[in-house]
């Protein structure tokens, strides 16, 4: 029985240690978790079992089927690669491949998968180019040209205009798309000003875009032509003072690139200067005004021809726009 036990114990240790001899090769790098890119140097590194030590050879690698070393002994454990170059001197397209290692004596079939591409991740704004000034509102068609790269690793991308996405994902390779000028994603709008457009990608940002120019263009209605109704607050003790909102008359000086003056004009006259406010800026909550005694009375009597004037810094009309104002029997502070 004793002789048995021994027989079976020494049958079992020269299996294992036939099995700790195998020949087996293992690729730790590259491990397909990045992409190659041609002509740069990939070193591919291995490690090997104690067989190879004993029993020295040579291996080939291979890149999908393809040999890309000459022999290299199995115990250096490292091939540095001219990425894409196969052996016989030309180069695979770019691809997906996989790496594999053979030996007279191993075959390593489960090597990593890889993608190589010709080019890294490039994407450059072609259009509109810095300087563009473009109309908020109208249509405008944003166009790019990509490396390669893109054709191997689909993906998407999202614009940018300043810090707000501009667009949905859009595939890399429509190299297009047509913006609603000033619209951010979200629905809201951009006021008039210079913004950079920029796009990013998974693998690319195109940082440093071109900078825009979002002008607003001036309106017309005709003065005939109630806007809206506009309240006056009277001011206690000043029969013909009042306050107004300027915020109720249609008007965003953020709309506007450079300080801004609003009057209130009926047949050409001004019958009321309400301030000169900063471009970009909010306009405040209330302001003074003080009417002719005529002018109150025209509006009393809802007689029509009461504008409103945008000027800009020269005194040029930037817009206008008619309002029906109305005095409201309460009084304001």
Not at 46 to 61: K, L, R, V
């Amino acid at each position: 029985m004793k002789r048995t036990i021994f027989f079976l114990a020494v049958l079992l240790l020269k299996a294992l240690a036939s099995w700790a001899d195998a020949p087996l090769i293992t690729i730790v790098s590259p491990n397909g978790h990045y992409p190659l890119f041609k002509n740069e140097t990939e070193v591919i590194h291995w490690t090997h079992s104690g067989f190879f030590d004993a029993h020295p050879q040579n291996c080939e690698i291979y890149c999908g089927g393809h040999v890309i070393s000459s022999p290299v002994p199995v115990t250096g454990d490292s091939f540095a690669w001219t990425v894409g170059r196969k052996a016989d001197g030309n180069y695979l397209p770019q691809g997906i491949y996989k790496i594999t290692i053979e030996s007279p004596d191993f075959d390593a079939l489960n090597g990593p998968t890889v993608i190589i591409s010709d080019e890294r991740p490039l994407i450059t704004i072609t259009a509109p180019v810095t300087g563009t000034t473009l109309t908020r509102g109208s249509s405008y068609t944003i166009r790019w040209t990509h490396s390669s790269y893109f054709q191997v690793v689909p993906q998407t991308c999202r614009i940018f205009c300043a810090d707000s996405f501009i667009s949905p994902p859009v595939p890399v390779l429509d190299r297009e798309y047509t913006w609603t000028v000033g619209k951010k994603d979200d629905g809201s709008y951009f006021a008039a000003g210079t913004y950079p457009i920029t796009l990013e990608s998974d693998d690319y940002d195109a940082l440093g875009g071109p900078n825009i120019t979002i002008k607003v263009l001036a309106f017309k209605i005709p003065g005939k032509r109630f806007f809206r109704k506009i309240p006056l607050h009277k001011i206690p003790d000043c029969p013909m003072c009042f306050r107004l909102d300027p915020n109720e008359l249609g008007v965003d000086s953020r709309d506007f690139m450079e300080p801004v003056t609003i009057l209130i004009v009926r047949n050409g006259r001004t019958v009321a200067k309400l301030g000169r406010f900063g471009a970009g800026l909010a306009l405040p909550g209330s302001v003074k005004i003080t009417l002719e005694r005529q002018h109150v009375g025209l509006i009393r009597n809802r007689q029509p021809g009461f504008e409103v004037h945008i000027l800009s810094a020269k005194g040029k009309i930037l817009q206008q726009h008619a309002v029906q104002l109305e005095i409201i029997n309460g009084t304001a502070r």
